[in-house]
């Protein structure tokens, strides 16, 4: 496996997941119940304003509008690809300097047969036998990173942890800041608050 095939099943994970976030959020916009709505502004938790839900769409929907905004999108897919491919790449070499040290402590006898057998094999293999192995031993790690790094994210980790921005939603928030002339400092969330028909409010959470 070449360098850049490790770099195209990056970009591939992270295309899944970004499609996958898009698709969640445009089924859970759907969703939504019909009815008065207004979009409420937090800023670190704290609400700072309201505006009305069709102001907000309106407001996204323009950021999408704007063609650098795509551009900077797809730098940041890059940079978060790369990212992945560094994080791998430490996975790779934590996990045989652990297995090192584990055998070292607990069986040295055997690593110690072990390594006179590999260099024994080494010794008398040939360039094409010597470059399988190596590409076997690097696909096996390699697997072994991206396992990890797929438990890293599912157990603890999120998007942000590897760099992820959604561009739109910045700029979003940042007109929102502007307008409700909120502080810099911060993240800023939106919550729409749709009304049934007791005149209770549910909170639906959307990304701003």
Request: aromatic share 10%; with cysteine; glycine share 6%.
């Amino acid at each position: 496996m070449e360098g850049w095939q490790y770099l195209a099943a990056c970009l591939v994970v992270v295309i899944i997941l970004t499609v996958l976030t898009s698709w969640l959020e445009k089924r859970k916009e759907e969703g939504r119940e019909q009815g008065p709505q207004v979009a409420k502004v937090y800023l670190n938790g704290i609400e700072i304003g309201c505006l009305p839900v069709e102001q907000h769409k309106s407001m996204l929907a323009a950021a999408r509008r704007i063609p650098s905004l795509y551009m900077s999108q797809v730098v940041n897919v890059g940079l978060v690809t790369l990212n992945l491919l560094a994080r791998t790449l430490r996975y790779m070499t934590a996990i045989w300097l652990l297995m090192f040290l584990v055998a070292t402590l607990a069986i040295p006898q055997v690593l110690a047969e072990w390594m006179q057998d590999v260099i024994a094999g080494l010794s008398q293999a040939n360039s094409a036998e010597l470059g399988r192995g190596l590409q076997t031993w690097v696909i096996c790690s390699f697997l072994f990173a991206a396992l990890a790094l797929l438990i890293e994210f599912v157990m603890v980790a999120s998007p942000d942890w590897y760099g992820r921005r959604d561009v739109f939603a910045e700029e979003v928030s940042f007109q929102l800041r502007r307008e409700l002339e909120a502080p810099a400092q911060g993240k800023v969330h939106v919550l729409y608050w749709p009304v049934d028909t007791q005149g209770e409010s549910l909170a639906q959470d959307v990304k701003a």
